[in-house]
């Protein structure tokens, strides 16, 4: 199992139970705009805090059985305020394992190499905890921060996958980025 709590240079990631949700819940309402350009259509009770605290239930629970894993993201000067959250979905691939990862940062913290700096320790914690060899990022083809984190990480495009993601109530395109352990230094 990944730690509940891991410490960076600069970070500290940790795995959250449901009593922070009105901390989660304020994030997400913070930055709504700029994230759901680039997210699935959330649900309509998504800014509510029985959605925050039913859904970082089930992540613990998913968490558990060792196919999810959500990290929060703090810095360490500030170690109550959440800047951003990052999260590794197992799937399978035939019999092997992979991740995708997910992560969304707050519009106050971007462009400081947080999040190359937490996907990076996150994506060690998964190889070591998990023996994860594969990583997988889906990100929208306009998302031009995200695809700058994952070319300075080392991934790579390898699948577009037409309509394949509901954002703000349209279908549109992806772009998967792939990243193997093996591959020379992340």
């Known amino acids: 199992m990944a730690p509940l709590k891991v410490y960076t240079d600069r970070l500290i990631l940790r795995i959250e139970k449901p009593d922070i ?5 304020a994030f997400y309402i913070k930055n ?13 009770d ?11 239930s089930g992540e613990l629970s ?16 500030d170690p109550d305020i959440i800047v951003g959250a990052l999260n590794f979905n197992v799937k399978y691939d035939t019999d092997r394992a992979f991740v995708e990862i997910g992560y969304k940062i707050d519009s106050d913290y971007r462009n400081l190499g947080i ?14 905890h998990y023996s994860i060899e594969r990583f997988d990022m889906r990100i929208l083809p306009n998302n031009y921060p995200s ?3 994952a070319k300075k990480l080392g991934f790579v495009p ?16 992806v772009m998967r980025f792939r990243k193997m352990w093996s591959e020379p230094e992340i």
Not at 46 to 56: I, S, V
Not at 158 to 173: I, K
Request: net charge negative; no cysteine; glycine share 4%.
């Open 62 to 77: 998913l968490y558990d059985m060792g196919s999810f894993v959500r990290y929060y993201i703090y810095t360490q000067d």
């Open 115 to 128: 999040v190359t700096e937490a996907v990076k320790t996150g994506m060690q914690i998964m190889h070591d």
């Open 158 to 173: 390898v699948e577009f996958e037409p309509q394949s993601a509901n954002v703000l109530g349209q279908q549109v395109d």
């Open 46 to 56: 998504f800014y509510t805090l029985e959605y925050h605290q039913e859904a970082m």
């Open 32 to 44: 709504a705009i700029s994230f759901e350009k680039y997210e699935p259509t959330r649900p309509e």
């Open 21 to 25: 949700a009105d901390k989660v819940l």
């Open 147 to 149: 695809k700058k984190v």
